[in-house]
């Protein structure tokens, strides 16, 4: 059973370029979450799509945008790169389940550097 | 690998011993809880989760208590083993369904053989 996966490893941009991130989530699942994780710190929220859409959002600028395909399969795209996104991006995944939550699992994230 | 957490907590005990790491969570409205544990280079890997309505629920090796009245929450590890040495994070969410996950700061384990 193949677990969440997510493209590239690692990633080097400059300031100012835009970089986009593939997230394909564990086998069944419907939903996936984006994480940025700086640092010595816990992941941060980005935002969660469900049936191709945007469900929920963190704190985070329109800079940061997704989307997710038919496939479940999704892509996380930051614009105009600041050095301050260099971080781990983790993408989770989860099953929707009536009247229960959804565990997240997490995939081995996107190491992004902004030079 | 990278290194997570570089400036965090730190647990340092022997193999064999049990280790306690401890988490203080912010949402009193909380009431879904999940002890993820992060290896340097990969992402966080699920160890054992717990709702509201339970205040303790074992697993192999792990147990999480819950503390509602403090908002505390507790990872046991029994007989810690050297590949139980990585950070350990708590995270809480609110509500049932797709919802966001609010982490911790995060705890470093570190076990000497």
């Known amino acids: 059973d193949a677990g969440v996966t997510q493209s590239p490893t690692h990633l080097i941009k400059t300031r100012g370029q835009q970089v986009t991130l593939r997230c394909s989530p564990k086998?069944?699942?419907?939903?996936v979450s984006w994480y940025q994780q700086a640092l010595g710190q816990g992941p941060q929220f980005i935002f969660q799509?469900?049936?191709?859409?945007?469900?929920q959002r963190g704190n985070f600028p329109d800079r940061f945008s997704g989307h997710q395909f038919p496939n479940y399969s999704s892509e996380l795209n930051v614009n105009a790169l600041l050095l301050g996104d260099s971080a781990l991006y983790l993408c989770?995944?989860?099953?929707?389940?009536?009247?229960?939550?959804?565990?997240?699992?997490f995939g081995p994230g996107t190491r992004l550097t902004v030079l | 690998g990278e290194s997570v957490g570089l400036h965090l907590p730190t647990l340092s005990v022997q193999e064999g011993d049990n280790s306690i790491i401890n988490c203080a969570y912010s949402?009193?409205?909380?009431?879904?809880f999940i002890w993820y544990k992060q290896e340097s280079g990969k992402g966080p890997q699920f160890i054992i989760d717990?709702?509201?309505?339970?205040d303790k629920r074992q697993g192999q090796r792990v147990t999480v208590l819950l503390n509602k009245t403090v908002k505390h929450l507790s990872l046991q590890i029994a007989a810690t083993q050297p590949g139980d040495s990585a950070v350990y994070f708590c995270a809480e969410n609110f509500n049932t369904g797709r919802r966001a996950l609010t982490f911790g700061s995060g705890t470093r384990l570190q076990v000497q053989p």
């Open positions: 799509y469900y049936e191709e859409e945007e469900r």
């Open positions: 949402n009193s409205a909380s009431d879904y």
């Open positions: 717990i709702r509201s309505n339970m």
């Open positions: 989770a995944s989860s099953l929707v389940q009536a009247g229960s939550t959804d565990t997240q699992y």
């Open positions: 086998s069944g699942h419907d939903t």
